[in-house]
Nanobody, 126 residues
Framework: QVQLVESGGGLVQAGGSLRLSCAASGPTFSATVMGWFRQAPGKEREFVAAISRGGGTSFYADSVKGRFTISRDNAKNTVDLQMNSLKPEDTAVYYC???????????????????WGQGTHVTVSS
C-alpha cells in the first residue's frame, strides 16, 4: 500500500508560479508510475501530467504543455509539479496519483491509478 500526501497549493496571481510536491510512503515508489490530476469546481477530474518509474519519460495534457513540468526523486520518494505561467483556468484541486508497482505503462486515465492523495487547492486569481 502506498500513501500519498500533497503539499504546496495556495493562492497565486495569473502569470505566477507554484510548485506542488507529493510525498509517498512505502518501499515501492521507484517502481510506481506517478501522475497529477486536477478537478476544477463543477468539472470532472482530469489528467495533468504523468511520469515513468525512472523519470525519463513524461506526458502532459495539452492545456499545460510548456507551462508545467513533472519530476520525481526516487531517493526521496517525491514527485513534484512545477507550474509556471499560471492561468485562472488552472484553478482546481490537484491530486497526486500512483499506479501499483510493476505497472509500467504511463496512463492518462484516472481509472488506471490505484493510489490517490487527498488533494491540494490551487487558486489562480486574474
Amino acid at each position: 500500500q502506498v500513501q500519498l500526501v500533497e503539499s504546496g497549493g495556495g493562492l497565486v496571481q495569473a502569470g505566477g508560479s507554484l510548485r506542488l510536491s507529493c510525498a509517498a510512503s512505502g518501499p515501492t515508489f521507484s517502481a510506481t508510475v506517478m501522475g497529477w490530476f486536477r478537478q476544477a469546481p463543477g468539472k470532472e477530474r482530469e489528467f495533468v501530467a504523468a511520469i515513468s518509474r525512472g523519470g525519463g519519460t513524461s506526458f502532459y495534457a495539452d492545456s499545460v504543455k510548456g507551462r508545467f513540468t513533472i519530476s520525481r526523486d526516487n531517493a526521496k520518494n517525491t514527485v513534484d509539479l512545477q507550474m509556471n505561467s499560471l492561468k485562472p483556468e488552472d484553478t482546481a484541486v490537484y491530486y497526486c496519483a500512483g499506479r501499483r508497482a510493476g505497472f509500467a505503462v504511463i496512463h492518462r486515465q484516472q481509472s488506471e491509478y490505484h493510489y490517490w492523495g487527498q488533494g491540494t487547492h490551487v487558486t489562480v486569481s486574474s
